[in-house]
């Protein structure tokens, strides 16, 4: 840890944000996407290692999160006051099908608050600060939108909780990103993909807040002829409705 090169703020660039800013037409906004805190710790040191050290070591662990945080926040908040920029898309991965990877007290204490000073960092210059997780990271939620300030969720998986769910729940305090089910994307018939994504829609939409989408990032995996079935029918269905 004392060996390990930490970049200084001088060493940090948004040349992607500069750039891509300098190709768009005008009135179009980069969504900057940026790996979060809990993916580089567990890049870093492997999740195994992560795990054992959480009891053993607590310390490097909590030493090593506090010195990606003052990266993050540094970076986040250079590239949100960009006038390019329009949202801060934030990855962090934090849970599996049951439960989130490390217990909910860990990451209450440890991730949590320093995931504030992230969205705070971008909220400074008033651009909007987007969550995408994966895994069942329901026990963390209620920190997620009352102690982080997210604005809004992304990725859903039908067997952890449907998007209607999600949507059902956090709604009214979050906007919700997503959800027709990637297993459905990728194995399902066109017909079944237009079914979901109405079932979805009739239950999300007409209360705001709500952004259709693939459950994850698309994959290469996906059939492209179900990936246009999902667009096209919500096309028809913001046709029916008046959109």
């Given at each position: 840890?004392?060996?390990?090169h930490w970049p200084t703020q001088e060493e940090?660039?948004?040349?992607?944000?500069?750039?891509?800013?300098?190709?768009?037409?005008?009135?179009?906004?980069?969504?900057?996407?940026?790996?979060?805190?809990?993916?580089?710790?567990?890049?870093?040191?492997?999740?195994?290692?992560?795990?054992?050290?959480?009891?053993?070591?607590?310390?490097?662990?909590?030493?090593?999160?506090?010195?990606?945080?003052?990266?993050?926040?540094?970076?986040?908040?250079?590239?949100?006051?960009?006038?390019?920029?329009?949202?801060?898309?934030?990855?962090?991965?934090?849970?599996?099908?049951?439960?989130?990877?490390?217990?909910?007290?860990?990451?209450?204490?440890?991730?949590?608050?320093?995931?504030?000073?992230?969205?705070?960092?971008?909220?400074?210059?008033?651009?909007?600060?987007?969550?995408?997780?994966?895994?069942?990271?329901?026990?963390?939620?209620?920190?997620?939108?009352?102690?982080?300030?997210?604005?809004?969720?992304?990725?859903?998986?039908?067997?952890?909780?449907?998007?209607?769910?999600?949507?059902?729940?956090?709604?009214?305090?979050?906007?919700?990103?997503?959800?027709?089910?990637?297993?459905?994307?990728?194995?399902?018939?066109?017909?079944?993909?237009?079914?979901?994504?109405?079932?979805?829609?009739?239950?999300c939409a007409p209360g705001g807040g709500y952004?259709?989408?693939?459950?994850?990032?698309?994959?290469?995996?996906?059939?492209?002829?179900?990936?246009?079935?999902?667009?096209?029918?919500?096309?028809?269905w913001n046709q029916e409705h008046g959109y």
């Amino acid at each position: 840890y004392q060996a390990y090169h930490w970049p200084t703020q001088e060493e940090i660039s948004i040349f992607p944000v500069e750039y891509a800013a300098a190709q768009m037409p005008e009135g179009m906004k980069v969504m900057l996407m940026y790996s979060g805190i809990f993916e580089d710790l567990k890049e870093m040191m492997g999740f195994e290692t992560l795990a054992y050290a959480t009891a053993d070591d607590p310390e490097l662990v909590d030493d090593i999160l506090e010195q990606l945080t003052r990266i993050a926040e540094y970076t986040v908040g250079l590239a949100a006051a960009h006038p390019a920029t329009g949202a801060v898309f934030y990855g962090e991965d934090m849970g599996f099908n049951t439960g989130t990877l490390l217990s909910p007290a860990f990451m209450k204490r440890h991730v949590i608050p320093r995931h504030k000073r992230i969205a705070d960092a971008c909220h400074r210059h008033g651009k909007p600060f987007l969550l995408h997780s994966c895994g069942n990271v329901i026990a963390l939620m209620d920190d997620l939108v009352d102690v982080v300030g997210i604005d809004a969720k992304h990725s859903f998986e039908d067997k952890i909780l449907p998007v209607e769910e999600w949507y059902a729940r956090w709604g009214d305090r979050i906007s919700i990103i997503g959800g027709v089910d990637m297993d459905i994307l990728g194995r399902g018939s066109e017909e079944q993909v237009r079914t979901r994504t109405r079932q979805i829609l009739e239950a999300c939409a007409p209360g705001g807040g709500y952004c259709i989408g693939s459950g994850n990032s698309v994959a290469n995996y996906i059939k492209l002829e179900n990936y246009y079935a999902m667009l096209d029918e919500t096309r028809s269905w913001n046709q029916e409705h008046g959109y």
